[in-house]
């Protein structure tokens, strides 16, 4: 693959990379542990990555410490200045960092692409958000006061992502935490380190050049130990975690403990209803990309159908013939529909919930099954397949990263909801319906319970501007647009006093 030789090197990834970087700087203990980087697309590996030490991760907090101290005097506008300039070199790296995104995760061009897309538009976000940073003023109750409300940066906020998302989720927390004054210290997932190096490459580069102290931005490669330090440690105020709810309950619990803030994003088990008023060839398009796109590894793909039963078997026909049409290989090749899953522990939790899915008494319409020959040497091929299940069968309560969708029937709108809201996760919703009533009814408080709900679109895709996460195990944080740049800054409430007197609040008396 001369193609990936000259992308690694255009993106600076060596063959054997650093544990850390503090902005310019990259660094880690020789003889150290290392992560090897496999393709999942072919199984060959990238590169490695050497595992950083304690004594590493304390280099690196105390960089972004000292960083802070400076970044946080930089006017906001004009540390959106510095994220303008990160979102004009992400769109010189678009093609690079996109294909790498590809090859190590294994979503398709199109889709590692359109994950750099949401990297530059938070960029741009980002940039009219720095100079709309708003407080609320009030009316003090008493004479001669003013009151109002300021909003500051909390310190170094710490981003443990995930291995589907390897750089977008990232470059959401970041982008803001930046303009909000803060700055970051990144974990990126062991299954993904190499983007996550090409992303600190760039917006080092950006540093350097604009004379930012190092530390504004701050890469640290590991695995569990790594997580734990940050989370366990009171000079991180913030943890942005997206994962899994095993991880983030563990996440939520430390930082928890020390009464520091937690930012989680979490597992969905997300819904489409299938209305008897539904444009069928939309809902068909919404439920297949949904399911079979980033061969289910997105946190809002879709998992359960819940199809009215007047359209049920026509909808089901439509699904399985779709299906037989997809193309399953190498997401470098633009006519492929699916790609691998991340890597073979994935295809043997795949396998596993299909074992348990038919144990429980799920009827296959379309079967599962790894792909085996010279197109599929990594192992990591699975076919996406669809059952039909009841909701509170364990497996389908429970979030498996693959592309398995599991169809359930309904007679009533109340039931759909109901069915809907039945799982403990509470991410991504949607409604196919071209009925008022129906999209209305979805909507409302009576509706669906989660932080994404949509009416005549899926439950993937979801654009910047609105904030991101879900309620329930989903873990409640909100990412990306809207005003979820105040998790990552502080709150102060002022009153000013310039009258001759002293007034008490509540009318107290008390004289001297
Ligand atoms: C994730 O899977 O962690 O809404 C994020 C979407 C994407 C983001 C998914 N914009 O599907």
């Known amino acids: 693959r001369a193609d990936i030789q000259s992308?690694?090197?255009?993106?600076?990834?060596?063959?054997?990379?650093?544990?850390?970087?503090?902005g310019s700087e990259w660094g880690g203990h020789s003889g150290s542990n290392s992560i090897d980087s496999f393709s999942p697309v072919d199984g060959e590996k990238i590169a490695s990555v050497k595992v950083a030490s304690q004594a590493d991760y304390e280099t690196v907090i105390a960089n972004a410490q000292e960083a802070f101290i400076f970044w946080r005097t930089v006017p906001s506008p004009k540390r959106g200045e510095i994220v303008r300039q990160f979102g004009d070199a992400l769109r010189q790296n678009k093609e690079a960092l996109g294909t790498l995104v590809s090859y190590e995760m294994g979503k398709s061009l199109q889709e590692g692409f359109g994950e750099v897309q949401e990297m530059i538009d938070i960029c741009d976000f980002a940039v009219g958000l720095s100079r709309q940073l708003y407080g609320l003023t009030m009316h003090s109750e008493r004479p001669s006061h003013r009151m109002y409300e300021q909003w500051h940066p909390l310190g170094i906020v710490g981003i443990i992502s995930a291995f589907n998302f390897p750089v977008a989720v990232w470059s959401w927390n970041a982008a803001l935490a930046w303009v909000c004054g803060n700055v970051c210290i990144w974990k990126p997932s062991e299954k993904t380190p190499?983007?996550?190096?090409?992303c600190q490459k760039i917006i080092a580069d950006v540093l350097k050049t604009n004379d930012i102290p190092e530390g504004v931005s701050s890469l640290i490669i590991g695995d569990r130990v790594i997580g734990e330090m940050m989370t366990n440690d009171g000079r991180v105020p913030l943890i942005s975690a997206t994962g899994s709810t095993r991880m983030g309950k563990a996440v939520g619990a430390a930082v928890g403990a020390r009464l520091g803030k937690s930012l989680l994003e979490l597992g969905g088990n997300n819904a489409i209803i299938i209305s008897e008023h539904a444009d069928l060839d939309m809902s068909l398009i919404g439920a297949v990309f949904g399911a079979v796109g980033t061969a289910g590894q997105r946190c809002t793909s879709t998992r359960r159908l819940i199809i009215h039963e007047s359209v049920y078997d026509a909808f089901t026909a439509k699904l399985v013939k779709a299906y037989g049409q997809l193309r399953i290989g190498d997401p470098l090749d633009q006519h492929n529909h699916v790609g691998p899953l991340i890597d073979t522990d994935a295809v043997a939790a795949y396998l596993n919930s299909i074992e348990k899915c038919k144990a429980e008494g799920g009827n296959f319409v379309v079967d599962g099954g790894v792909l085996e020959g010279e197109n599929y040497s990594s192992g990591c091929y699975v076919k996406p397949?669809?059952?039909?299940?009841k909701n509170d069968y364990k497996i389908v309560q429970h979030e498996t990263f693959a592309p398995i969708l599991y169809l359930i029937k309904y007679k009533t709108l109340d039931e759909a909801i109901a069915l809907q809201n039945g799982v403990p996760q509470g991410l991504s919703s949607a409604i196919m319906t071209l009925n008022l009533r129906e999209a209305e009814q979805f909507l409302s408080f009576q509706g669906s319970d989660c932080g994404i709900a949509n009416?005549?679109?899926?439950?993937?895709?979801?654009?910047?501007?609105?904030?991101?996460?879900?309620?329930?195990?989903?873990?409640?944080?909100?990412?990306?647009?809207?005003?979820?740049?105040?998790?990552?800054?502080?709150?102060?409430?002022?009153?000013?006093n310039y009258s001759h007197t002293l007034p008490l609040a509540q009318g107290i008396k008390f004289d001297l």
Do not use: H
């Open 194 to 198: 190499l983007t996550g190096i090409a």
């Open 7 to 22: 992308i690694l090197k255009r993106l600076g990834i060596e063959p054997n990379n650093a544990a850390y970087s503090t």
């Open 455 to 496: 009416v005549n679109i899926g439950t993937s895709g979801a654009e910047i501007g609105g904030a991101f996460g879900g309620e329930k195990e989903t873990g409640g944080g909100r990412e990306s647009g809207s005003d979820a740049w105040r998790a990552y800054m502080r709150r102060q409430t002022n009153t000013i």
């Open 385 to 389: 397949c669809i059952a039909e299940v």
